[in-house]
Structure formats: structure tokens, C-alpha cells
Nanobody, 118 residues
């Protein structure tokens, strides 16, 4: 059973930093594309950052230059370093693991709350 366990969310003032972690089941991790998504109340879930198995990254325009996604395959963990946080970053952040193909999958973590105050 693939599991995604998130941690690192919390309350922070604008301009501060947080690092989110998502520990995944070791099996399939190195072959998975990992991503962070977020959803604010009343808004649609949006992609924040994604990192492929080859460590190619993409970011939402709103977080470029502030957030960094990385992965440690030995620890089966993906991280989201969040700097210069803004109130509009407030959302529930979800970890995602996806793999295409006959044995593909699309898993989500439970979500972790990030609240940024002015």
C-alpha cells in the first residue's frame, strides 16, 4: 500500500519560511513524479510545484523564486521549501505521487494546513 505522510505545516508570519515534507512508501518512489498542490477555501486546487523522476522541476508563477521543490530518493521523501511567505499562500497543501502506464497510480496525501498572517 502506497502511503504519503505530510508534515511541516503550521502558522507563520508574512516573510517567514516553512519546509514541508512528504514521506512516501519506498516502493515506486524513485520512478514517481512528485508534486505539491494547494487548495484555499472556496478555490480550486492548484499545482504549486512538481519534480519528475529525473529531477526536472516546474513551478507555479506565483511561487517562482520563493519555493523550491526537491526530493531525496534514499529517504523516499519530497520537500517544499517555502520562503518569503505571503498571506495568499495560505492553503491546505497536498502531496501527490503519480506514475503513468499499465501499473500507474495517482496518490494524494491527507493535506497539511499552511497559514500565513500579515
Amino acid at each position: 500500500q502506497v502511503q504519503l505522510v505530510e508534515s511541516g505545516g503550521g502558522l507563520v508570519q508574512a516573510g517567514g519560511s516553512l519546509r514541508l515534507s512528504c514521506a512516501a512508501s519506498r516502493i515506486f518512489f524513485s520512478s514517481s513524479t512528485m508534486g505539491w498542490y494547494r487548495q484555499a477555501p472556496g478555490k480550486q486546487r492548484e499545482l504549486v510545484a512538481i519534480i519528475s523522476s529525473g529531477r526536472v522541476t516546474n513551478y507555479a508563477d506565483s511561487v517562482k523564486g520563493r519555493f523550491t521543490i526537491s526530493r531525496d530518493n534514499a529517504l523516499s521523501t519530497v520537500y517544499l521549501q517555502m520562503n518569503s511567505l505571503k498571506p495568499e499562500d495560505t492553503a491546505v497543501y497536498y502531496c501527490n505521487a503519480v506514475k503513468l502506464g499499465a501499473a500507474g497510480y495517482n496518490y494524494w496525501g491527507q493535506g497539511t494546513q499552511v497559514t500565513v498572517t500579515s
